[in-house]
């Protein structure tokens, strides 16, 4: 909400009068024609923006005015320059022609004045322009804010440009990135006598260790200033990456006989011009940008083993492998008999950094090149990905920016990860250690990730580390821990949990928890111990975040592909959490798979038959008998036999006589009613199956009738319940004494279920459904027939 004084400004802003408005616009002008343009201009400015923005309606300015506020556009002011650009968005969009824009000023079209160009190709028509004339033509400084602009075109609005634009740009890429001058530019003078033009010769560019450079300009040379085609080299290194991936979105405009044109040169022809540098004039302008691109990367990449005197000049190295090593990705997925010129180099790289982690950030790149081009080339990827799912996660996942590039390589790459990489799906233990140390940031990744990493071998064993993952939080802050405070120190005796870390006889229960790969068992046997030894951590804010994050992932299709295996854990595990997510999933669960009602009937009873159960785990206990009365059936699985039928309906009938024949303990509450009719239903399902049965529940049933027809009862506190539970009973009752029918509406037969009339050739219904197809159609064709 805004302020008193703000709604103030807003509403006079709003009110003003047409004849005030008019005497603001002459006032204004005459400040825009003064030589110096003070804070009085700014003031005046910041109003007349605060007018035109506070109305929904567009207002349209004196053309002297808006003439005043384009030539402010290229004030050297850069508050003038917004607020100028500000106050023309909220008047009538302005023309190409409006601007007044052309080689002469083109320096003068700025980020600002470009924002108000509405016809895009038009912009980007005049910037390639000033491309094409020569340096001396205009001023210098114009094409550093040429490209830029470009950058932004491109990647909004990609089909602006045209065919002759690629061809353009992609010639002068070529020339800034290969031909830039290897000379040092003219540095801020240092003062002195001999500080004239004459005594100062330029001296050639160096490399980031001082030796002299002998070789062409790269954005990782050095020297006392850069000249303005040297700066230019930098502009296009920065965009050649987004220029390459971009470039094939251009609208098909006229295009020039330059273009590449790959129907008039055969590719192996283009793979021979391609090897040799010096006829690399002969390829058409996209082919050459490739090979220049090509050049440039390998000299980055030969420039980056040098060492560095400063440590800024140590991350720009990184930051320039990086983009290298992805632009040579690019290069190649256009041109793959590029491939084998470049493995040699990438794998050289690789050698020398996979064994340095300071350079993960540039290891994952090259992952994705030898993920890309591995099999092409056929080189063996194995130390590629033990490295990367190997000690990336294990070493580093305390690390937010590697976590977060590392997830968006797999979401990425999840097709080909998973048909190529055998080690993704074994990696989970180790990739959720990255979950497990950040939590709230991570779980969006890997609720897309988890799907990916469920197999046949897999599924068990994943359900089981995701249900371990508060514990796994703990160990690697104890793992941390350990590490910065050493045995000897006592500031680490503090931790009874860090002491059972340290201590051989619970080390393997950690080392469990901290392994690499999938495939050394489901869980820990000595589960109790580990939560023993790890209680203290329970409040810590890491693990307590991951063990909300735990619901989450479980909420997710992930749990139940997981439990689809018949060896999956029953669904009442000791496990707190666990009971909780399968309360929600149950249902879903046992529709799948009928069958675990069998094999799972043992846990399911014990679970059901406690009466406690009724008062502290309601959702879940309610599941559990309602699926126990629907599933355990014949027709669901054929090993249910007739004495399993009768031990669960003793099991429930007990509850059930005991939760409403006597009041709750003393400050609990009642059962709930919805507790109360689904064991009724239950041992009604039940006992249609087993007519012998029917005896039984039907005697409850109708002393049910005549203990509530006194009035309230002690196990149900309220009336309306009660006469909804009094109501479900007679329902059953009725329905209980045509046995037949019972089983009939109680245990329906599939085709009842699921019902396909419209299938099915024995009734009427899909005859009548022909019959009326048929008639449309007549009645259409014969419509047509009339138009034409």
Not at 11 to 22: D, G, K, T, V, Y
Not at 410 to 433: I, M
Not at 514 to 524: K, N, P, V
Request: with cysteine; charged share 20%.
């Amino acid at each position: 909400m805004y302020s008193h004084g703000s709604e103030s400004l807003i509403r006079q802003a709003r009110e003003i009068q047409e004849s005030e408005l008019n005497k603001f616009y002459s006032r204004l002008i005459k400040l825009l024609q003064g030589k110096e343009l003070g804070h009085e201009t700014v003031d005046s400015l910041q109003r007349l923006h605060l007018i035109l923005s506070a109305t929904k309606y567009t207002r349209t300015l004196p053309p002297e005015l808006q003439k005043r506020l384009v030539s402010l556009l290229s004030s050297p002011v850069e508050q003038l320059q917004v607020l100028s650009s500000a106050v023309l968005r909220e008047t009538l969009p302005l023309s190409g022609q409006e601007l007044n824009y052309n080689q002469e000023n083109i320096g003068q079209l700025n980020s600002h004045a470009a924002a108000l160009l509405a016809d895009l190709s038009s912009l980007c028509a005049q910037l390639l322009r000033s491309l094409e004339s020569r340096q001396s033509e205009g001023p210098a400084h114009c094409l550093t804010h040429t490209l830029p602009i470009l950058n932004t075109v491109l990647t909004h609005s990609p089909e602006s440009l045209t065919e002759d634009h690629v061809t353009l740009l992609s010639k002068k890429l070529v020339d800034w990135l290969r031909y830039a001058s290897i000379t040092q530019g003219v540095g801020a003078s240092s003062g002195g006598f001999f500080t004239g033009p004459r005594s100062r010769q330029p001296a050639p560019i160096a490399e980031l260790d001082g030796t002299v450079s002998g070789d062409f300009f790269t954005v990782l040379c050095v020297g006392q200033g850069f000249t303005d085609d040297q700066w230019m080299n930098v502009y296009s290194f920065s965009m050649l990456r987004h220029w390459l991936l971009t470039y094939h979105s251009v609208s098909n405009g006229n295009t020039t006989a330059d273009t590449d044109d790959r129907s008039e040169v055969d590719g192996s022809v283009v793979s021979m011009v391609s090897a040799t540098s010096s006829s690399s004039r002969l390829l058409p302008p996209k082919e050459r940008l490739r090979e220049k691109a090509f050049q440039y990367c390998q000299r980055l990449i030969e420039q980056s083993d040098r060492k560095a005197h400063k440590k800024t000049d140590t991350d720009l190295q990184k930051a320039c492998l990086v983009e290298a090593v992805c632009i040579l990705d690019c290069v190649c997925v256009e041109d793959t008999s590029l491939v084998f010129r470049t493995f040699p180099c990438i794998k050289g790289l690789f050698g020398r950094l996979s064994s340095d982690l300071s350079f993960a950030r540039v290891l994952l790149p090259i992952a994705q090149f030898y993920l890309n081009h591995g099999e092409m080339a056929a080189v063996d990827c194995e130390s590629v990905w033990n490295l990367v799912f190997g000690r990336f996660p294990a070493e580093l996942f305390n690390d937010h920016f590697l976590a977060h590039e590392l997830l968006r390589f797999l979401r990425l790459n999840l097709e080909s990860l998973q048909l190529r990489v055998p080690q993704y799906t074994h990696s989970f233990p180790n990739l959720l250690k990255l979950l497990a140390w950040d939590s709230p940031a991570l779980v969006d990744d890997f609720v897309d990730l988890l799907p990916s990493l469920v197999t046949t071998g897999t599924a068990v064993e994943l359900l089981h580390t995701l249900l371990d993952l508060p514990c796994l939080s703990a160990t690697l802050v104890l793992q941390l821990r350990s590490v910065c405070l050493p045995i000897a120190d006592p500031g680490g005796r503090g931790l009874l949990s860090l002491d059972a870390f340290r201590n051989p006889s619970f080390r393997g229960l950690f080392l469990f928890l901290l392994r690499t790969e999938a495939g050394s068992g489901d869980t820990i046997d000595r589960l109790s111990t580990l939560h023993e030894l790890l209680a203290e951590a329970a409040d810590w804010p890491r693990v307590v975040q991951c063990a909300q994050t735990v619901p989450v992932l479980l909420g997710t299709q992930v749990l139940l592909r997981c439990v689809s295996s018949p060896s999956a854990p029953h669904p009442l595990h000791p496990s707190h959490c666990l009971c909780r997510v399968f309360s929600c999933h149950l249902l879903r669960l046992c529709k799948l798979h009928p069958s675990l009602v069998v094999d799972q009937s043992h846990e399911l009873l014990e679970f059901a038959g406690a009466t406690a159960n009724v008062y502290s785990k309601e959702e879940i206990y309610t599941h559990v008998v309602w699926v126990l009365g629907e599933y355990l059936s014949v027709s669901c699985d054929s090993r249910c036999s007739v004495s399993l039928i009768t031990s669960c309906f003793e099991a429930l009938e007990a509850v059930l006589f005991e939760i409403t024949s006597s009041a709750p303990a003393p400050g609990a509450v009642c059962a709930a009613p919805r507790v109360i009719t689904t064991l009724m239903s239950a041992l009604a399902k039940l006992a249609s199956r087993s007519h012998d049965l029917i005896p039984r529940v039907s005697l409850f049933l109708s002393k049910l009738r005549t203990v509530t027809r006194g009035g309230s009862v002690a196990w149900c506190s309220d009336e309306d319940d009660l006469v909804a539970i009094v109501t479900r009973g007679e329902e059953l009752w009725s329905l209980l004494k045509a046995p037949g029918v019972a089983q009939s509406v109680l245990t329906p037969p599939p085709h009842v279920t699921t019902p396909q009339w419209h299938r099915d050739i024995n009734v009427a219904m899909p005859l009548r459904l022909r019959a009326v197809s048929a008639v449309g159609f007549m009645q259409s064709k014969s419509t047509s027939d009339v138009c034409s």
